[in-house]
């Protein structure tokens, strides 16, 4: 037993450095030397926009919207000349719920406002106004444009890595971003206090070169 107990050890010692070759490590790093400048549009499948509230005051629950689209253009030299524009197609809400999925999108009865967003609610769309930077860190202030109703946001958005895509091989950088809306100034204010108006967003988005 000792003896293959050796033999196992030294045939992975003869084995570690060739696996350490076979290791490329992952492709994206948070180096922000890897980022060139350009345009780069959102990769829908990566991107991801997470909403949370808070239930009767017991507990939270949350969902996600995918698929979304937007381009950054963006400069490493002059970061806080960056901009975004982002459309999140908000008939793709998405809880763990069946039953409150289909009352987030539950049609407007006949003389009364949809509870939520009702069956058909158009994307919502955030664009960039301005961008304070400061490290792999930045306030991106813009305008949320949500049920039909402009608002003025600020995400707290952080740089969290940057290289190629080993699939497609493009130039790739990502962020994750937070941010608190109330719901009721975009007139959707359905079951507030019990439902909360604060609404917590948590962003994490891959933008690749075009």
Do not use: C
Request: glycine fraction near 8%.
């Amino acid at each position: 037993m000792r003896f293959r107990a050796l033999a196992i050890v030294a045939a992975l010692a003869v084995a570690a450095p060739v696996i350490a070759q076979q290791d490329p490590g992952t492709p994206g790093a948070k180096d922000a030397s890897r980022v060139t400048a350009g345009t780069y549009a959102a990769d829908p499948t990566h991107t991801l926009v997470g909403w949370r509230v808070n239930h009767f005051g017991f507990n939270d629950y949350f969902g996600l919207i995918g698929d979304v689209s937007g381009t950054l253009v963006l400069d490493p030299k002059n970061p806080n000349a960056a901009t975004v524009d982002i459309t999140i197609p908000v008939s793709k809400i998405l809880t763990a719920s069946e039953g409150l999925n289909k009352h987030l999108l539950k049609p407007a009865e006949a003389g009364k406002s949809a509870d939520f967003f009702g069956a058909t609610p158009a994307d919502a769309r955030f664009v960039s106004k301005r961008v304070a930077a400061s490290g792999t860190k930045a306030v991106i202030t813009g305008d949320l444009t949500l049920n039909g109703v402009t608002r003025e946001v600020a995400l707290d958005a952080e740089f969290t890595g940057a290289g190629a895509n080993p699939y497609n091989k493009k130039e790739t950088v990502g962020f994750e971003a937070t941010a608190k809306v109330k719901r009721s100034d975009f007139n959707i204010a359905y079951g507030i206090p019990l439902v909360s108006d604060e609404v917590e967003l948590n962003i994490t988005v891959a933008f690749e070169k075009k």
